[in-house]
């Protein structure tokens, strides 16, 4: 298992950053590997909500395990899915605007020597696509890596 985080500074306040990414299935308007985030349970956006993510090549079953209101935001992996993923979004007001913290925890069963450049990679990628939701959110829309577009 190996750990990174990324910190961006997007120009909204806190709590329209917190209810767009609350909203799990609004994933794919700033993710482009993940082609879509379905609810699995009866509630959604809270503490225990489950959603099923389909992504380019594998799926996964994730569940909100922790939230505070406009501040933290946590996403786990439900076993057996893989690869494992707790995922922390950290969120606080800077002026106007709001500081994204985006700590990582991923186990992609590569060999611990490898572990390195598979952080490195994954790392980018997710920087990636945080600028992606930086410009969505600031701009209204964007286009992914893909070509997809999306508004707000």
Do not use: C
């Amino acid at each position: 298992m190996f750990h990174f985080e990324n910190t961006i500074v997007i120009n909204r306040p806190v709590k329209d950053v917190f209810a767009f990414l609350v909203d799990l299935p609004s994933i794919p308007k700033w993710n482009y590997y993940v082609q879509s985030v379905t609810p699995t349970s009866l509630q959604s956006g809270l503490v225990g909500s489950t959603y099923h993510q389909l992504r380019k090549d594998d799926e996964q079953d994730l569940k909100i395990s922790k939230l505070e209101p406009n501040q933290t935001l946590v996403v786990e992996t439900i076993p057996p899915s893989k690869p494992e993923l707790r995922r922390e979004i950290l969120l606080a007001s800077q002026g106007q605007s709001t500081r994204l913290t985006d700590k990582w925890q991923l186990d992609m069963g590569v060999p611990k020597l490898l572990e390195p450049l598979a952080a490195q990679r994954a790392k980018a990628g997710v920087r990636e696509n945080l600028e992606k939701l930086k410009e969505l959110l600031e701009l209204g829309r964007v286009t992914l890596q893909d070509g997809r577009s999306f508004n707000l």
